[in-house]
């Protein structure tokens, strides 16, 4: 049970490359998210999957795009990147108990744009 | 508008004493949940502990429990017998109850001294 991964751990990129973080989870949560963290700050939510099927914009979303692949998998696409997207990403899930919406999260992508 | 306030950029505490991390919170859902998460120097977000609005008693996890104040919209987290490896950012966040938007404050560094 390995919980949330996220590949790659780290990325480097250029201003204007395009990437795709993955997310997956094998503890079949219906809802799944993605935060970027700053420093300094608290997570920012930049889009969630309620369900499988859907996907909703967050607090953050412009310069993203997400993919809810299957139950499993969430992808984060940024199309054309910018020094400002430099953060720290985390994928997150969460399955209601008792209308509790724990969410468990993954290790964190750290991505630098340059 | 929602809004999650941790007043303390760092906190100081002895091993084996007891820490209280303060958050305040601000919100118009009618019922919500409160959660403190945790994250160690290697990056990961750890829950430890989590409070609906509707709960009679405190929350206890542990060594954790969450003093809920509820007319004074405060949520502190209470650490007692600190130990070296309660080192870390800690994290108050909140959310709409079986809702998607969890907004986190900027966070409490604790440091524990020997």
């Known amino acids: 049970n390995a919980g949330v991964t996220q590949t790659p751990k780290f990325q480097v990129l250029k201003t204007g490359q395009s990437m795709t973080l993955q997310c997956a989870q094998d503890m079949n949560h219906n809802s799944m998210y993605w935060y970027r963290q700053d420093p300094g700050m608290g997570l920012r939510l930049i889009y969630y999957?309620?369900?499988?099927?859907?996907?909703d914009k967050g607090e953050v979303p412009n310069g993203y795009n997400v993919s809810r692949l299957n139950k499993r998998e969430f992808s984060l696409r940024l199309e054309s990147a910018a020094p400002s997207q430099t953060s720290v990403y985390f994928c997150a899930s969460s399955e209601a108990k008792a209308y509790q919406e724990t969410q468990y999260f993954g290790p964190g992508t750290r991505l630098l744009v340059l | 508008a929602q809004k999650i306030t941790q007043t303390q950029p760092g906190m100081f505490v002895q091993e084996k004493e007891a820490v209280t991390l303060d958050c305040t919170y601000d919100?118009?859902?009618?019922?919500?949940?409160l959660f403190w998460y945790k994250q160690p120097s290697s990056g990961e977000m750890i829950f430890l502990i989590y409070q609906g609005s509707y709960d009679q008693q405190n929350a206890t996890e542990g060594r954790y429990s969450l003093n809920f104040q509820k007319a004074r919209k405060s949520a502190n987290l209470v650490i007692s017998a600190s130990q070296l490896g309660d080192s870390a950012m800690y994290f108050c966040a909140m959310g709409p109850t079986g809702g998607f938007k969890t907004i986190f404050g900027a966070g409490t560094r604790l440091f524990v001294k020997a």
């Open positions: 999957s309620a369900s499988e099927g859907t996907t």
């Open positions: 919100t118009s859902d009618p019922s919500y949940g």
